[in-house]
């Protein structure tokens, strides 16, 4: 059996025998180190020994390991590795493990120890022979998983008696350093991102897309492999099975994309499925005349969307001055820090500090029409960073491939309430402050704050 000791940073050791079935004898051991999240809903030893025994397995089979997953674990699933951009240039190809398999390597004495869990984890796992492959580190690949039966397709954390065939595939991109380094998911949830990848494909570079995917991260999951940060590693080690609170958006559609897949759905059908499990995150906007809600667009605009909330949970846009407002056009914050207001009511205020600017997402199909939410920035279409507007009015003519402004201004959230106090904003007398502009509220209007609801 596992044996389990404490380390001495509080987190958990164990060690898993292994024993070869054509002998009986004990092949060593292997030790593992995890650290536990004090927020799961699993028992926790139940969760520690399946990741464990994971970990242990990746450890034994050594670089170029996925895992391919659904519901649950899907074991016979052909697994193939290609360039992202050739996807039917395959440079390799590999089989995910069934519980016979299974049996077979570790035997049935050792397979039986196991909790139910940790073999439900083992079936699915795959390895590439990443030599023969001739990965690129820093080029992007796609791997794609096509078939085989989910084992547990009711999400129950353990092997059922009736596994159901896929009869669909499923992908994860990757670049080729990540695949050599393994222990990565092939799931719906990087399915779901693999998808919103596609349209974009032919106008973006491997460095944008790149800066997508961590985009996207952002969007989907917390900190899944406890790093100290979010980023798309974290959607590379996220299984279904273990890690669902991690997830930022809805369980129930990602379990949507997950049964169309297994059913074989088309891909118009993934792609919808893929955009509801972006989704988009409401934020409240208080102003000191009311709130206005905004929904984003995840799915569309994901570096801006996940840009803006970035700053929304650093509370960047709490306590800042409306800055520009013009009636019938927009009124756009995110410049001035609202300091207070002396006894005669003069208000004082500061510049915010700028920050790292961002992709102009603006070819994203979205138009800056009355009630959506876009980027400020100079005239470097890539130079936007924490200032929106919200447009007033229809302001076609600010989209992308408009003859006055052909890069356009990205779009990355709409108005769902509260458009009624947008318009008392955009109708505020306004002023003329130097260094500032000429469309500045002269009472000062307030944005109090901004939270994710």
Same mark, same amino acid.
């Not at 120890?113 to 022979?129: C, D, H, N, Y």
């Not at 084992?151 to 990540?178: F, K």
């Not at 009511?345 to 029409?369: A, H, W």
């Given at each position: 059996m596992?044996?389990?000791?404490?380390d001495?940073?509080?987190?958990l050791a164990v060690?898993l025998?292994?024993r070869?079935r054509?002998?009986?004898?004990e092949?060593?051991s292997?030790?593992?180190?995890? =650290?536990? &999240?004090?927020d799961? %809903?699993i028992?926790i030893m139940?969760?520690?020994?399946? %990741?464990a025994?994971s970990?242990f397995?990746a450890?034994?089979?050594l670089t170029?390991c996925?895992?391919?997953?659904?519901?649950?674990?899907?074991?016979?699933a052909s697994?193939t590795?290609?360039?992202?951009r050739s996807p039917?240039l395959i #440079?390799?190809?590999? =089989? +995910?493990l069934?519980?016979a398999?299974?049996i077979d390597?570790f035997?049935d !004495?050792?397979?039986a120890?196991?909790?139910?869990l940790?073999?439900?984890?083992f079936?699915?796992?795959?390895q590439?022979k990443?030599?023969?492959?001739d990965?690129?580190p820093?080029?992007?690949y796609?791997?794609?998983?096509t078939?085989? *039966?989910d084992y547990?397709? *009711?999400?129950r954390l353990?092997l059922s008696e &009736?596994?159901?065939?896929v009869?669909?595939?499923w992908h994860?991109?990757?670049?080729?350093?990540?695949?050599i380094d393994?222990n990565?998911?092939?799931?719906a949830?990087t399915?779901s991102?693999?998808r919103? @990848?596609?349209?974009i494909?032919?106008?973006? =570079?491997?460095?944008q897309?790149q800066s997508r995917l961590e985009a996207?991260?952002?969007?989907?999951?917390?900190?899944?492999?406890?790093?100290?940060?979010?980023d798309?590693?974290?959607?590379l080690?996220w299984n279904?099975s273990l *890690?669902?609170?991690f997830?930022?958006?809805?369980v129930?559609?990602v379990?949507a994309l997950?049964d169309?897949?297994?059913?074989?759905?088309?891909?118009?059908?993934?792609?919808?499925?893929? +955009?509801?499990?972006?989704?988009g995150?409401?934020?409240?906007l208080l102003f000191d005349?009311?709130q206005v809600?905004?929904?984003?667009y995840?799915?569309e $605009?994901?570096v =801006?969307?996940?840009?803006?909330? !970035?700053y929304v949970r650093d @509370?960047?846009?709490?306590?800042?001055l409306?800055h520009?407002?013009?009636?019938?056009f927009?009124?756009?914050?995110?410049?001035?820090s609202?300091?207070g207001?002396? !006894? $005669?009511? @003069?208000? $004082?205020?500061s510049?915010?500090p700028s920050?790292t600017p961002?992709?102009?997402e603006?070819?994203?199909?979205?138009s800056n029409?009355?009630g959506a939410?876009?980027m400020?920035?100079t005239s470097?279409?890539n130079?936007a960073?924490t @200032?929106?507007?919200?447009?007033?009015a229809?302001?076609q003519?600010l989209?992308?491939?408009?003859s006055?402004?052909?890069?356009?201004?990205a779009?990355?959230?709409r108005? #769902?309430s509260?458009l $009624?106090?947008?318009d008392?904003i955009a109708? !505020?007398?306004?002023?003329?402050?130097?260094?500032?502009?000429?469309d500045?509220?002269a009472?000062?209007?307030?944005l109090e704050?901004?939270?994710i609801?």
């Amino acid at each position: 059996m596992p044996k389990i000791e404490l380390d001495n940073v509080g987190g958990l050791a164990v060690r898993l025998p292994f024993r070869p079935r054509d002998n009986g004898d004990e092949l060593g051991s292997v030790v593992t180190f995890v =650290t536990i &999240n004090s927020d799961s %809903k699993i028992p926790i030893m139940l969760k520690f020994l399946a %990741k464990a025994s994971s970990c242990f397995f990746a450890s034994l089979v050594l670089t170029g390991c996925f895992h391919t997953q659904l519901n649950g674990s899907v074991g016979g699933a052909s697994v193939t590795v290609a360039t992202l951009r050739s996807p039917d240039l395959i #440079l390799g190809t590999a =089989t +995910s493990l069934r519980p016979a398999e299974l049996i077979d390597l570790f035997g049935d !004495e050792t397979w039986a120890e196991w909790p139910s869990l940790a073999r439900m984890l083992f079936v699915g796992i795959t390895q590439f022979k990443v030599a023969q492959l001739d990965l690129d580190p820093d080029s992007l690949y796609v791997v794609t998983a096509t078939g085989g *039966d989910d084992y547990d397709p *009711d999400s129950r954390l353990a092997l059922s008696e &009736n596994p159901v065939g896929v009869q669909g595939n499923w992908h994860v991109i990757a670049t080729g350093q990540r695949i050599i380094d393994g222990n990565l998911k092939v799931s719906a949830l990087t399915e779901s991102i693999y998808r919103q @990848q596609l349209p974009i494909l032919a106008t973006q =570079t491997d460095i944008q897309v790149q800066s997508r995917l961590e985009a996207a991260a952002k969007l989907l999951v917390a900190d899944v492999d406890n790093s100290g940060s979010v980023d798309y590693d974290d959607v590379l080690r996220w299984n279904r099975s273990l *890690d669902s609170d991690f997830l930022l958006g809805s369980v129930p559609a990602v379990d949507a994309l997950s049964d169309a897949i297994t059913a074989g759905q088309p891909t118009d059908i993934l792609a919808e499925l893929a +955009s509801d499990v972006l989704g988009g995150h409401q934020v409240e906007l208080l102003f000191d005349n009311g709130q206005v809600v905004v929904e984003t667009y995840n799915w569309e $605009s994901p570096v =801006t969307a996940a840009n803006f909330l !970035e700053y929304v949970r650093d @509370q960047f846009y709490d306590q800042v001055l409306v800055h520009r407002a013009i009636n019938d056009f927009m009124v756009q914050v995110g410049l001035l820090s609202y300091d207070g207001a002396n !006894e $005669s009511g @003069q208000i $004082s205020y500061s510049l915010k500090p700028s920050g790292t600017p961002i992709i102009n997402e603006s070819n994203n199909g979205l138009s800056n029409v009355r009630g959506a939410l876009a980027m400020a920035r100079t005239s470097d279409p890539n130079s936007a960073s924490t @200032q929106f507007f919200i447009n007033q009015a229809n302001n076609q003519f600010l989209d992308f491939g408009s003859s006055g402004n052909p890069d356009g201004y990205a779009v990355f959230a709409r108005v #769902l309430s509260g458009l $009624s106090v947008v318009d008392e904003i955009a109708a !505020e007398p306004t002023v003329s402050v130097s260094g500032i502009g000429s469309d500045v509220p002269a009472r000062g209007v307030v944005l109090e704050s901004a939270k994710i609801l």
